[in-house]
């Protein structure tokens, strides 16, 4: 009762804000503007830790491997010999794999893109798609490696592996053999997989920049959708479409965990001549050499990086130009 | 007027013109567009078919692990030892695994979210933009990066730096090496998707903010990040589930001793890491061991779509309130 | 150019009585000669949805005349509009019911083949939209929809629509060069053209100039009343000058009703509705 009573008589006369700040204690400028610095400080340190941390890796990669490099690194077989070690083989194999996933990617992720952008209303289904096609992006690729394996490598266990069904003959380039086993078909259709959500997402917002009022127009002239989506939409959206699926080809070009999982072969000494030949990637061969511990195999993981990374910069800088040149094309 | 006359020439020229020309068929026409209707939507069912095929794959093979008699899946989801090669004596308690997927996505998270957060603030609301557009291909490149060569580097380059500057029980094989690998990998998806998130703020928000006389740090801090929150999140989880994917760097850094470990300079197996000593080994293919992989496959999916899963809806809500 | 058009004679304007058709109080002087009648409208409703954008349109559309409809927005012209080359379809929800007729065949019918109704109503839109194509190409695109050309009927078939667009003089030289390098006059005539070319009946024009400097805007409402002698022309403005300038027939329509529908002529000088008087001294829009 007593503090109640004198709650109220202090409280007779209410305060204005400008009362309420003038009492309140004031926070430091001076410690404001530390704060303020020191924190650009923290930015800028995070940020150059970022780059330095690029820097050395460049840096100590080059210097392990620079020296492996030369022509003939580029066109020996692996051996057990690091002196006459090469990358011919996986530099080929992941050559030929790239392509199998390309020819397979673009297709069947654009076909999808476009399915959604103008195909389809809004509606339960096409968000249930969407939605799927978000979380196959955050799949590991292990676990694509595991569907590759079942599905292509071993055709769900259809077909037996030990006697396959053939069509052609070995020696030529059209040939056959169901299940596919652990040939660059198989590899490709499985890294296809991992870059699809990619590829259907930058095609899907390359279609986006299209803008509406050209669909209208081609509409009321009388065009069709698909007409009108192969006439105006889709040349618009070529060069982005074409550097989304450059971006596909350099995730697919440095998956290894995939390739693994279909069990290919250690060892190998041959170039893919056909669909279904064996074949191993730059990254795998990478990976093996880095496993062994004797020295030289070493500075041949290194070369081995050296090579890959200058693939992948070779594919960047061709997105990069195709990009301008389609841009000032379509004008 | 000339000008009617020249007008209506000119159409009645061009209706001609048009009429010489031969129709297409109706019936061709409305075929052909059913046809690619078709076509099209068979490519989006096979992104359905897609995640259904793994479902089934993964659930089939995982019954048949649990089906053999000397699995138990109460030892499975309980267990403390991992060892599936000890000939006779067999133990399947996934724990080891997911303590060292663990440990090492954690060392990762803790040194990629809060740089990668870091450097997003950075180039969002302090960079000028001729170091942003220097910067921003840097991030790009090291996104680009393949994982085996995080590998090789924390091989190569972190574990003999452990080893030899901080201390002497870094072996060959330990979680700190492989989850700083994996954090520099993550680091670059923290970054971009944080500084999307942080740029997609309204202008007008940090105008009122600096009006009302907030410095650059109360700003970014107070305003700008609380805004872009959901934002942020979402590229925090979606990084997370990156590093609980993560193959490569940790099967050639992190070791093959699984074990329930909190020491980051043990050697620790990951899920991951599992899965690819049983695929490349000599394990048959319709054994015990090669199925146990699959069992753990499916966890690894399980979590990993969850986590991919919430980050979307994170995702979504930051979209819908900014775009 | 601010003399009403002289070139027609004076049509079918008689002032008959009020005669309500469906919305109440509207008042629609009908077109005499029914043999020249284009497009029929009655007791026409149409929702987005559940909000019904119109309510029981009547009117109608003479042929080889310009008809305009004008009123505030959002009153529904624009709407009124895309039904009559079914341009809402694609709109989500968008449904109509009532009676649409284009020379006797309904327009609303769901077997309708809308592929061949945008052939013969063609489409003109507020803002020019060229495909990023050449000039040639952009003309030519419309027609090879339809049927397949010889060389050089196509060539002819291009060269007379830009001269129906008054536009070949200016372009007769860079056939091959990027629409988008046109002004925006010239880049909307070009639209123009590319509805001619598929030869339709009758042009659709959604506020055709609203997006153009005072130029331009002179030299395509003259190019409209040059194009009525060949086509039958509906224009959406929200321009009551323009509308007085440009047309033969003027519609009023205010939220989702037809409020009076007769010759331009009585609708500017002496309008019957209250509202119309209203709307055309600019009380009110």
């Keep these: 009762m007593h503090s109640l009573g004198a709650r109220t008589q202090s409280s007779t006369r209410t305060r204005t804000p400008g009362e309420i700040v003038a009492a309140a204690t004031p926070t430091s400028q001076a410690g404001r503007r530390i704060v303020d610095r ?45 002196e006459e070690a090469g990358v011919r083989a996986p530099l080929w194999g992941s050559i030929w794999v ?48 595991i569907l590759g394996l079942t599905a292509f490598a071993r055709a769900f266990g259809t077909a037996n592996s030990e006697s ?48 509406g009022s050209l669909r209208t127009a081609s509409l009321a002239l009388g065009a069709t959708q698909w007409q009108t989506t192969w006439n105006i939409t889709l040349p618009a959206s070529i060069p982005m479409i074409m550097t989304g699926g450059i971006l596909a080809m350099s995730r697919a070009i440095g998956e290894a965990a995939p390739i693994l999982v279909l069990g290919v072969p250690l060892f190998i000494r041959s170039t893919p001549t056909n669909l279904m030949s064996d074949f191993t990637v730059l990254p795998l061969q990478i990976y093996n050499w880095s496993m062994r511990q004797q020295s030289g195999f070493h500075e041949l993981a290194a070369a081995g990086i050296i090579v890959l990374l200058a693939v992948l910069l070779t594919l960047n800088a061709l997105a990069v130009i195709i990009r301008h040149r389609l841009q000032r094309a379509n004008g | 007027m000339s000008n009617v006359a020249e007008i209506s020439t000119a159409t009645s020229r061009a209706a001609a013109a048009n009429n010489r020309g031969t129709a297409r068929s109706r019936a061709a026409r409305i075929g052909t567009e059913r046809v690619i209707r078709g076509s099209l939507l068979a ?9 259904f095929t793994i479902l089934a794959i993964l659930l089939v093979q995982s019954a048949s692990f649990f089906a053999m008699p000397q699995v138990s899946a109460w030892e499975f989801f309980t267990g403390t030892t991992w060892a599936p090669l000890l000939g006779e004596e067999k133990h399947f308690g996934i724990w080891p695994l997911i303590a060292g997927t663990l440990l090492v996505t954690s060392i990762a998270a803790a040194f990629a979210l809060p740089v990668g957060l870091v450097v997003a603030i950075y180039l969002s609301e302090y960079a000028p933009s001729r170091v942003r557009s220097i910067l921003k291909p840097i991030l790009e490149v090291l996104a680009g990066i393949p994982t085996v060569v995080y590998g090789f580097f924390a091989l190569a380059v972190i574990t003999p730096f452990l080893h030899d500057h901080v201390s002497e029980s870094f072996g060959t094989f330990n979680a700190l090496g492989a989850g700083l690998a994996v954090g520099i990998m993550i680091l670059p998806i923290v970054a971009s998707l944080s500084e999307d998130s942080l740029r997609a703020v309204p202008r007008s928000l940090r ?96 979590i990993t779509l969850s986590l991919t899963v919430v980050g979307n809806l994170f995702l979504r809500a930051f979209r819908e309130e900014y775009e | 150019m601010n003399t009403p058009p002289n070139a027609p004679p004076p049509r079918n304007i008689d002032i008959k009585p009020p005669m309500t058709m469906g919305a109440p109080a509207a008042v629609v002087a009908p077109v005499a000669d029914t043999e020249h009648i284009a497009i029929r409208a009655h007791g026409l409703d149409s929702w987005y949805g559940s909000v019904q954008a119109l309510k029981g349109i009547s009117l109608e559309i003479p042929k080889c005349r310009v008809t305009a409809l004008i009123g505030p927005s959002g009153c529904g012209k624009s709407t009124f509009l895309r039904w009559i080359n079914r341009m809402n379809d694609p709109i989500p929800g968008a449904r109509a019911s009532g009676t649409l007729t284009l020379h006797g065949d309904d327009l609303l019918s769901r077997s309708l083949d809308v592929v061949e109704l945008r052939r013969r109503v063609g ?5 020019p939209n060229p495909f990023t194509k050449s000039i040639y190409d952009n003309v030519a695109f419309g027609p090879r929809l339809h049927r397949s050309f010889r060389r050089t009927d196509l060539d002819e078939l291009v060269e007379n629509s830009l001269r129906a667009a008054a536009l070949w003089d ?33 042009l659709l024009m959604d506020e055709p100039c609203s997006a153009l400097d005072p130029k331009s805007t002179a030299s395509i409402e003259q190019l409209i009343r040059e194009l009525e002698t060949s086509y039958t022309i509906v224009i959406v403005t929200h321009n009551m000058q323009q509308a007085a300038r440009v047309s033969d ?21 002496n309008p019957v509705n209250k509202q119309t008087e209203d709307y055309v001294s600019g009380r009110f829009g």
């Excluded at chain 1, 990617?105 to 509606?123: D, H, M, N």
């Excluded at chain 1, 259709?189 to 699809?196: A, E, F």
């Excluded at chain 2, 074990?259 to 620790?268: F, G, H, K, Y």
């Design chain 3, 123 to 127: 489409m003109v839109f507020q803002k």
């Design chain 2, 43 to 51: 490519c989006a069912l096979l992104s359905i078919a897609t995640t």
């Design chain 1, 164 to 211: 396959p069904i053939t069509f052609g003959q070995p020696e030529s380039f059209f040939y056959l053999q169901l299940p596919f086993g652990h040939g660059v078909l198989a590899g490709g259709l499985t890294l296809m997989l991992v870059v699809l959500p990619i590829v259907i997402v930058s095609s899907q917002e390359a279609l986006r920049t299209v803008p």
């Design chain 3, 170 to 202: 200016e372009v007769k030289d860079r056939l091959n060069s990027s629409a988008l390098g046109l002004s925006g006059g010239q880049q909307q005539r070009l639209c123009i053209a590319r509805a001619i070319a598929v030869g339709p009946e009758v």
């Design chain 1, 98 to 145: 790239c392509v199998i996933c390309a020819v397979a990617a673009l297709p069947i992720g654009v076909g999808t893109a476009i399915y959604l952008e103008e195909f389809s209303k809004r509606s339960r289904f096409r968000s249930f798609i969407q939605l799927n096609i978000a979380n196959l992006a955050g799949v590991p690729s292990i676990v694509y490696g």
């Design chain 1, 38 to 82: 020191a924190f650009l400080g923290v930015c800028i340190a995070f940020t150059a830790l970022a780059v330095l941390l690029l820097v050395v890796l460049v840096v100590s990669i080059w210097q392990d491997g620079h020296a492996r490099l030369s022509w003939q690194f580029l066109s020996s077989f692996a051996s057990r010999k690091t």
């Design chain 3, 249 to 269: 027939r003027t519609a009023f329509f205010f939220e989702g009703t037809l409020v009076e529908c007769g010759s331009t002529d009585r609708i500017f000088t």
């Design chain 2, 207 to 302: 105008d009122a903010a600096f009006a009302m006389g907030g410095t650059r740090f109360d700003v970014s801090t107070k305003v700008v990040v609380p805004a872009a929150l959901s934002g942020i999140v979402a590229s925090w989880l979606l990084a997370i589930t990156r590093a609980i994917g993560e193959t490569m760097i940790v099967a050639l850094a992190a070791g093959g001793l699984a074990s329930m470990t909190l020491n980051p300079a043990d050697e620790v197996q990951t899920m991951t890491a599992y899965m690819v000593q049983i695929f490349t080994g000599d394990a048959p293919a319709y054994g015990i061991e090669y199925k146990s992989s699959f069992a753990v496959a499916t966890i690894l999916f399980v």
